[in-house]
Nanobody, 123 residues
Framework: QVQLVESGGGLVQAGGSLRLSCAAS????????MGWFRQAPGKEREFVAH????????TYADSVKGRFTISRDNAKKTAYLQMNSLKPEDTGVYYC????????????????WGQGTQVTVSS
């Protein structure tokens, strides 16, 4: 089993930055692909970014490409999402997730989820 806990969310003005962290406990993260997803009020959870277990391949949603950076530190069992140039439309609850096997942008393919952290971007 893997337990994931997100932190780093908050209220920020448009154009600002936040760094989200996802700390894992239990099973090692080393062989798990990590993803970040978000859910805005009244909308479905959507893919933001993912990173392979070795950190060698990253993929981003078009809406965040060039502004967000996903990374991981397997020794610290932690994944990160650096968010720059934030926009009001980035507002939502951000979740980290983990899965074995191949990477994926599909919510239902991730086995482990954190409880989420709120990000609010004011205009």
């Amino acid at each position: 089993q893997v337990q994931l806990v997100e932190s780093g969310g908050g209220l920020v003005q448009a154009g600002g930055s936040l760094r989200l962290s996802c700390a894992a406990s239990g099973r090692t993260l080393s062989w798990l692909n990590m993803g970040w997803f978000r859910q805005a009020p009244g909308k479905e959870r959507e893919f933001v970014a993912h990173i392979t277990w070795a950190g060698s391949i990253t993929t981003y949603a078009d809406s965040v490409k060039g502004r967000f950076t996903i990374s991981r530190d397997n020794a610290k069992k932690t994944a990160y999402l650096q968010m720059n140039s934030l926009k009001p439309e980035d507002t939502g609850v951000y979740y980290c997730a983990a899965k074995g096997g191949s990477t994926s942008v599909v919510v239902d393919e991730y086995a482990y989820w954190g409880q989420g952290t709120q990000v609010t971007v004011s205009s």
